[in-house]
């Protein structure tokens, strides 16, 4: 009977034999194989803790000892642990979360998917425990050996250290991968201990003597391996790292043996004092296609499958992402100058390309976004061009080095950011959704938004060739949009896109949703209403012919895919006032929320950012009334005929 079904709390797996464990670590695994092929998801990872998450939940008393993951896409073998064995809608909207959401079970406690910050929460929530007297209570969190390259895992370690008196149990999930390789020189550190013969070789013999001499011997054998300055640990040194910081070292210990596994975590649990267990996995554990993917080990797949690991359907569509690789190399093979910047996204962000065409001129700072901006404003200064890409969700991690660092230094350094506005399926942290309204309280900043492949290459030479401060290009998630043609490109880089024989309409389509923008056009014209529509481009500062242009019309709709609150449109209605333009202004956009997981064309319908609900609305404006559109009499069509009554003198 297969034991899976018959977990529907961590506690049960209490009932279960070491044997039991381990089958029910193969009956997961084939779970995630079959389940995540299905609707795509973050697999590699999953794979690779199946035993590590079973031992904890075996050891520790989730949700009494709160569980953190950093980063959250390493918790799918948790939520199955937890209760939550339904994957049929992983990521799809009515569906489990792909990161843990407190919504969804109590044993979730952070949801933050950024990564570097787990150590932060669990140092708070362990002085918070001490200090009310909860001292019964254990806090674990559960790192991945990328997120050591971020600066703020090592502001808390510094801060752990500083009081020994709670119960804190830190596990390095230490497989040698970010998204893809980790870099940098701890990853260079932990690398050696992994690949020690010492550390091999008496692994293999010390686990085997254990056997078999029995209980006696596994518990001195736990002895000498988990002590602060271990058996194994004296041969590689590695808790040398760590004992300097005054925090307990444990390992490293095979993170795909369970029974070492729930002993090391045992001993953790009963120190008393914050303690780390060096864990050694391997992402992918068990899949042979994943092991095979020297990228990244399905770090993330879409519908792929089980079998061979293969797309079930594969796009030929060109992604707004290849674009920018294809114009990366094609300027630097012009420009020794430029060189490009990542934060452990070498793939996802499309500077792969670049790094085999020049590979002297990437450097991948790992998760570290502060740093990166930090160091392009000193690049910049020693005569290089940097271009740093990220995804504009990480970019929010990086805004005070922006401001002091590169634009106030006027230094010429540009952002290209990927997965700009809504993303989709991997939910609120990874919606870009922030940065133009962030972004542009940079003094001297200029932003550029594509709306087709072509816009993306014109703007990003534009970006690059400017030298005395910082620029930025963003670009959605997915596949280029069809090319929408320039009818007129004023003076200042403006493309009208189209000219309304009645100036009663101004829409002012932001990147991508110039599309919808000329959509709402079409719907107006059809019924009378003259619209123009203008693609800004550069959106920040607002060029100087919007301003013009919105004099000459009865109202201004601008449309983007960020927040409506402090967005492009708000700046825009800004500059309006303050050249005395009193044209009315809507600011269309997304709601000053955090966004669930659903698609990228769900969340913008329930946003209002389709061209059926602008145009009713833009009709009802010009009637002169408001006609809530909850009565489901209010049709676009019901409003058009309306306006055809009253323009035509039945009214």
Do not use: C
Not at 167 to 182: H, K, M, Q
Not at 379 to 406: C, E, I, K, S
């Amino acid at each position: 009977m297969p034991l899976l079904p018959q977990i529907g709390s961590p506690r049960d797996l209490e009932a279960l034999s070491s044997a039991q464990l381990i089958e029910l670590a193969a009956e997961i695994r084939e779970f995630l194989v079959q389940n995540v092929a299905r609707t795509g998801g973050h697999l590699g990872p999953n794979l690779g803790v199946v035993e590590l998450t079973i031992a904890l939940h075996r050891v520790f008393d989730s949700p009494n000892d709160p569980v953190i993951f950093d980063t959250g896409h390493q918790s799918y073998v948790h939520k199955l642990l937890t209760g939550r064995q339904d994957f049929s809608a992983l990521r799809s909207r009515g569906g489990l979360a792909g990161y843990p959401q407190r919504s969804e079970s109590v044993h979730d406690v952070v949801e933050s998917s950024h990564a570097s910050s787990s150590l932060s929460w669990a140092d708070g929530i362990s002085r918070a425990f001490t200090r009310t007297g909860r001292n019964d209570r254990h806090v674990v969190a559960v790192v991945g050996d990328g997120a050591l390259t971020g600066g703020m895992t090592w502001e808390a370690l510094n801060n752990i250290s500083d009081d020994n008196d709670r119960n804190l149990v830190i596990v390095v999930n230490d497989n040698g991968r970010s998204y893809a390789p980790t870099i940098g020189g701890m990853a260079r550190y932990l690398n050696r201990v992994r690949t020690a013969s010492s550390y091999e070789s008496l692994r293999r013999s010390s686990d085997s003597l254990s056997r078999r001499l029995g209980p006696v011997a596994r518990a001195v054998y736990r002895g000498v391996r988990g002590g602060t300055r271990g058996f194994l640990s004296r041969f590689t040194n590695n808790a040398e790292l760590y004992s300097n910081l005054d925090i307990k070292y444990l390992g490293p210990v095979d993170g795909h043996d369970l029974p070492s596994l729930i002993e090391t975590l045992r001993l953790a649990k009963s120190f008393g004092a914050p303690v780390i267990v060096h864990a050694i996995t391997e992402k992918g554990r068990g899949y042979e296609p994943a092991l095979r993917d020297e990228a990244d080990q399905f770090h993330a797949v879409g519908r792929i499958d089980p079998d061979s690991g293969e797309p079930v359907s594969s796009s030929s569509a060109l992604a707004w992402t290849d674009v920018f690789a294809q114009e990366l190399s094609a300027v630097g093979a012009e420009r020794d100058d430029v060189i490009a910047i990542t934060a452990a996204m070498l793939r996802p962000t499309g500077l792969q390309q670049f790094a085999e065409q020049y590979p002297g001129r990437v450097y991948d700072v790992g998760i570290a976004e502060q740093h990166a901006a930090a160091s392009a404003a000193g690049l910049a200064f020693g005569g290089l061009h940097p271009v740093v890409a990220v995804y504009a969700t990480f970019m929010n991690r990086a805004f005070d080095q922006v401001l002091m660092d590169v634009a106030l230094h006027r230094a010429g350094v540009t952002f290209v950011l990927d997965r700009a506005g809504v993303t989709g399926p991997d939910g609120p942290s990874h919606h870009g959704v922030w940065d133009l309204a962030m972004l542009q309280l940079v003094p001297h900043i200029r932003i550029a938004a594509p709306r087709d492949a072509e816009r993306l290459r014109e703007e990003f030479r534009e970006a690059v060739a400017v030298g005395n401060g910082p620029t930025v290009l963003r670009y959605p998630k997915g596949a280029v949009l069809p090319t929408l043609p320039t009818i007129e490109r004023l003076d200042d880089g403006v493309d009208v896109l189209q000219r309304g024989t009645a100036q009663d309409v101004l829409l002012v389509g932001i990147g991508p949703m110039a599309h919808v923008a000329m959509d709402v056009a079409d719907r107006l014209r059809a019924q009378g209403i003259g619209a123009t529509v203008i693609d800004p481009r550069w959106v920040i500062p607002v060029p100087s012919s919007v301003v013009e242009l919105a004099a000459a019309h009865r109202l201004v709709i601008s449309i983007e895919d960020g927040i409506r609150v402090g967005g492009v449109g708000t700046r825009i209605r800004q500059v309006l006032r303050e050249a005395g333009v009193d044209t009315a202004v809507d600011e269309l956009g997304l709601p000053d929320e955090f966004l669930d997981h659903a698609t990228r064309e769900q969340i913008l319908e329930d946003a209002g950012l389709v061209a059926s609900k602008i145009a009713h609305d833009v009709v009802a404006q010009v009637l002169g009334t408001r006609i809530p559109v909850a009565r489901p009499a209010d049709s676009e069509e019901d409003l058009i005929s309306e306006f055809t009554r009253r323009t035509s003198g039945e009214a």
